[in-house]
């Protein structure tokens, strides 16, 4: 469900008008979670935003991107536990165990987790937590589920985990974020929790020349910046809705993220 705001007060989610709820705005960070991380906002004039936090300070007007290295898992193969320890993946069930290092409590949660081959393929689950790695079992992390498994995993059934796209966000960096989560409405400290643009018009530093109209995608030579997209093989974040300085930003009708 997302909230809907009718009212721009810029410090409050709601205001006073049609839907309106108190909470924290849009120019506003907070070292505590103050909505769960996925949270959607809906403004009057057609902005969209998501609640997250960040995992490195961020800059106002900078493309971000979740930090796969801390909140996903490639691909990985028979790593599920057979039932053990009153932790079983057999149908049914919402708690299993699978063998990885190094993991801390709650470091997946949110997340998906997808059974990519063998028994129980093409199903993906929402984790509620995790353990950090040997809290119950030496070397294993137990996995909470929010729905019952659909069909039993194995000990060789291989998984991935997709982390929530805006937990623990950094500035999107061209060659390793591919995922653009949103845009930073103010500056953010490191850990904060706070609102990221993903529709709409947006501000967002520019690279290079633009043109009004400019189909816009990630700069590969400036963090976190638009450039004009000369390659199909590039994401695109959006349209430039003016010609903007070559060293400022840009106002972008923001069209390529998951809103």
Do not use: C
């Not at 907070?30 to 902005?47: F, M, V």
């Not at 971000?64 to 990985?76: G, H, K, N, P, R």
């Amino acid at each position: 469900m997302s909230i809907r705001n009718q009212n721009f007060g810029v410090e409050r989610v709601g205001g006073t008008g049609i839907g309106s709820k108190n909470g924290q705005g849009i120019y506003t960070e907070s070292s505590t979670a103050k909505y769960p991380i996925g949270q959607k906002l809906e403004l009057a004039d057609g902005r969209v935003f998501r609640y997250g936090s960040t995992g490195a300070a961020v800059a106002a007007g900078l493309l971000v991107s979740q930090d796969v290295s801390a909140t996903s898992l490639a691909e990985t193969d028979d790593i599920v536990i057979a039932a053990a320890n009153g932790f079983d993946p057999a149908a049914g069930s919402t708690q299993f165990q699978i063998t990885l290092g190094s993991i801390t409590a709650d470091q997946y949660a949110g997340a998906l987790l997808q059974i990519t081959d063998d028994a129980g393929e093409g199903i993906q689950y929402r984790i509620k937590s995790n353990s950090a790695t040997g809290l119950t079992t030496s070397g294993k992390v137990d996995i909470y589920l929010f729905d019952p498994i659909k069909v039993a995993l194995t000990t060789s059934s291989d998984i991935a985990i997709v982390g929530n796209l805006w937990y623990n966000v950094v500035g999107a960096t061209a060659g390793t974020d591919y995922i653009i989560a949103g845009v930073t409405p103010i500056a953010f400290t490191s850990g904060y929790y706070g609102w990221f643009q993903t529709a709409g018009i947006a501000t967002i530093l520019a690279d290079g020349s633009i043109a009004i109209g400019d189909n816009l995608t990630l700069s590969d030579g400036v963090a976190g910046a638009v450039q004009l997209k000369d390659a199909e093989t590039e994401a695109l974040v959006g349209f430039a809705a003016y010609a903007p300085d070559t060293t400022g930003h840009v106002g972008v009708v923001v069209q390529g993220l998951v809103a």
